[in-house]
T-cell receptor, first 115, second 110 residues
């Protein structure tokens, strides 16, 4: 049973370009969470999604960031017009249920560098 | 708003020592608490999950305790090894999200 798969592992973008980060949850998992880890900082919650629904986006920056989890295919975190401050590791986690007792399983992350 | 604090921020010990990492949280209305390990440039590996109704969990040389009423958890590592060197993260689960502490960076010296 493959774990949470994130790609790409490393992504380099110039300022002003778009970044697309993909997350395929574990098989049978229908809930996806995105977290951001800035250099020398802890992980910060960004957004929680179910298939075709955003459940909680309280951690998402108001502009340039969006996330989706379509009925088919991976979850996508999209960052438009990237700036240097977006450079960070972005982690995705999944769980089988919305049950808060379910553990979250994390992917290996995508490391975004904005030049 | 939930806040999670981990002490110490960094710890260096000689191989073979037993050690304790501390985690505290401000809101005791949690569902569970998870301890993770993160190696440099890598993802998170789940070590132990304690449900809010439990007091402790054990896995090999690791033992995690939870005192929900006082908002504290400890991770005990017995007979530390150089391979235990990593950052250890504590995270508490509310209804919709996991809130992380900033981690304890552990170095075990051979």
């Amino acid at each position: 049973n493959a774990g949470v798969m994130q790609n790409p592992r490393h992504l380099v973008r110039r300022r002003g370009q778009e970044a697309r980060l993909r997350c395929s949850p574990m098989k049978g998992h229908s809930h996806v969470y995105w977290y951001r880890q800035l250099p020398e900082e802890g992980l910060k919650f960004m957004v929680y999604l179910q298939k075709e629904n955003i459940i909680d986006e309280s951690g998402m920056p108001k502009e340039r960031f969006s996330a989706e989890f379509p009925k088919e295919g991976p979850s996508i975190l999209r960052i438009q017009q990237v700036v240097r401050g977006d450079s960070a590791a972005y982690f995705c986690a999944s769980s089988p249920l919305g049950d808060s007792n379910s553990p979250l399983h994390f992917g290996n992350g995508t490391r975004l560098t904005v030049t | 708003k939930q806040e999670v604090t981990q002490i110490p921020a960094a710890l260096s010990v000689p191989e073979g020592e037993n050690l304790v990492l501390n985690c505290s949280f401000t809101d005791s209305a949690i569902y569970n608490l998870q301890w993770f390990r993160q190696d440099p440039g890598k993802g998170l590996t789940s070590l132990l999950l304690i449900q809010s109704s439990q007091r402790e969990q054990t896995s090999g040389r690791l033992n995690a305790s939870l005192d929900k009423s006082s908002g504290r958890s400890t991770l005990y590592i017995a007979a530390s090894q150089p391979g235990d060197s990593a950052t250890y993260l504590c995270a508490v689960r509310s209804a919709r999200q996991l809130t992380f502490g900033s981690g304890t960076q552990l170095t075990v010296l051979p």
